[in-house]
């Protein structure tokens, strides 16, 4: 079982009961469609949920399985997703993706990190990200949004040249992790993050955090 203070404990409940009245509903957040889970993944991949959100509906029904995307022409998919951005970077990997789980899985999706990573464009966060929102399994995951929380609220710093690498950072991801609504958690990391822990004009005085919060702390000090 894992170790946390009572800070932490603090911060992963309020964090839970957050989420429970303030989560953020898109469609690909259903545990029972892991296709919809990997696409939306590749699909969010540098681009805010809220515009995935407008197209997602559409690609589902247009590709609803690895076959359809597979066998559409490379144009086709980039015109589906242009709205997104980065189509150029997104259509290789949905095609390679496609391929490498209909040919080597056997059309399913695999559930273990080393088969995930082995596909392209798919690395510590997809991996992790598939196998907690589609297969319910407890991994924290990592991006800059959860970094940046633990940044603020915790001080914790990464002098990594990439903190999505450090082991630090990992280490206390997986401590503050609960063990049974780990799922949840990292889900309301996401929309607190997106919500109030903004990278841009954070809503402090909003914040559920804001009397445990080093970031909020140091401001205050600052005037």
Not at 47 to 58: H, L, P
Not at 82 to 91: I, M
Not at 106 to 116: C, M, Q, R, T
Not at 168 to 188: D, S
Request: charged share 30%; aromatic share 12%; proline share 4%.
């Amino acid at each position: 079982m894992n170790q946390i203070n009572d800070l932490e404990k603090t911060f992963q409940q309020r964090l839970l009961n957050w989420y429970e009245q303030n989560k953020r509903y898109f469609p690909w957040r259903n545990p029972n469609n892991r296709f919809g889970v990997v696409i939306s993944e590749i699909l969010l991949q540098k681009t805010n949920a809220e515009k995935v959100d407008i197209i997602y509906r559409e690609f589902i029904e247009k590709y609803p399985d690895f076959k359809s995307i597979l066998k559409e022409t490379d144009d086709n998919l980039k015109d589906s997703i242009k709205f997104l951005g980065l189509y150029n970077q997104k259509v290789p990997i949905l095609k390679d993706l496609a391929k490498n789980i209909i040919e080597k899985h056997n059309s399913k999706i695999p559930s273990n990190k080393e088969d995930l990573l082995s596909m392209k464009g798919i690395g510590d966060y997809i991996s992790n990200a598939i196998l907690c929102f589609a297969f319910n399994k407890r991994v924290a995951i990592i991006d800059g949004n959860f970094i940046r929380i633990l940044e603020r609220v915790f001080n914790i710093k990464s002098f990594k040249k990439n903190p999505r690498k450090d082991k630090n950072i990992w280490k206390k991801m997986e401590e503050l992790l609960p063990i049974k609504e780990y799922r949840n958690f990292n889900y309301a990391m996401l929309d607190f993050a997106a919500l109030i822990c903004k990278f841009y004009k954070p809503q402090c005085t909003e914040c559920i955090m804001n009397d445990i919060c080093q970031f909020k702390t140091k401001k205050e000090i600052q005037y």
